[in-house]
């Protein structure tokens, strides 16, 4: 029943791949974020957007790329990935600033990235 | 920026018993702070949040108090049910849109 919905659920690629992860919601929120999780660890922020526009990147590899082609849709570009970038990526949205301060975040389920 | 820790890392209670996990934050700035629950395999769940200017908020069995001079807030889950087993996160918001996450509290609630 979430209503942050990712694709893919699994994704394994190469170190030499390009590949897409998508978010989307239709909830009306104005934020959206990236998150990484590694087994038995909290998420780890890595870039929020506020009203399409990228408001936070937590010094994030450039082989990473994020993109907010609208309000309801969030995209991580994957190029060049290292072993070490295979986690869970989480997306996230809320309302946003503005719109009703401190208003809760709503996870999807992830993809699950494996990097060969 | 904000520091969150996180206690216990693990916790085993026996069905029925109450169970308290424990947090502190290092920004005095902060205003918001989320409890996520956490099943393996899925996705961070929010069970309860509360604002700086409560000082405790129930939900049935979950209720989460804050004590903003010492810096602090904690979960309680009463009555505990074996559906209760999960890790469960904290986390603490200062004023744009980011969550800083405590390192997570592994609850085991044993029949």
């Known amino acids: 029943d979430t209503e942050v919905t990712q694709t893919p659920k699994h994704l394994v690629m190469g170190m030499t791949n390009k590949k897409s992860l998508k978010c989307e919601q239709h909830?009306?929120?104005?934020?959206m974020y990236w998150y990484k999780q590694k087994a038995k660890k909290p998420p780890e922020l890595m870039f929020v957007?506020?009203?399409?526009?990228?408001?936070i990147n937590e010094s994030v590899p450039s082989r990473f790329s994020p993109e907010c082609p609208n309000s309801s849709l969030l995209n991580l570009h994957l190029h060049a990935l290292q072993p070490e970038d295979s986690a869970l990526y989480l997306c996230?949205?809320?309302?946003?600033?503005?719109?009703?301060?401190?208003?809760?975040?709503?996870f999807g389920d992830g993809t699950r990235l494996s990097i060969l | 920026g904000e520091n969150v820790e996180q206690h216990p890392s693990t916790l085993s209670v026996q069905e029925g018993d109450s169970a308290v996990i424990k947090c502190t934050y290092s920004?005095?700035?902060?205003?918001?702070f989320p409890w996520y629950k956490q099943e393996l395999g899925k996705r961070p769940q929010l069970i309860i949040d509360?604002?700086?200017?409560?000082g405790e908020k129930k939900d049935q069995r979950i209720a989460v108090t804050l004590n903003k001079t010492a810096k602090h807030f904690s979960l309680h889950i009463t009555e505990t049910q074996p559906e209760d087993s999960a890790v469960y996160f904290c986390?603490?918001?200062?004023?744009?849109?980011?969550?800083?996450f405590g390192t997570g509290t592994r609850l085991t609630i044993i029949p």
């Open positions: 996230a949205s809320s309302q946003g600033r503005g719109r009703s301060l401190n208003q809760p975040q709503h």
């Open positions: 509360i604002r700086s200017n409560v």
């Open positions: 957007y506020s009203y399409e526009k990228l408001s």
């Open positions: 909830m009306g929120h104005r934020a």
């Open positions: 986390a603490a918001r200062t004023g744009n849109e980011k969550l800083t």
């Open positions: 920004d005095s700035a902060s205003n918001y």
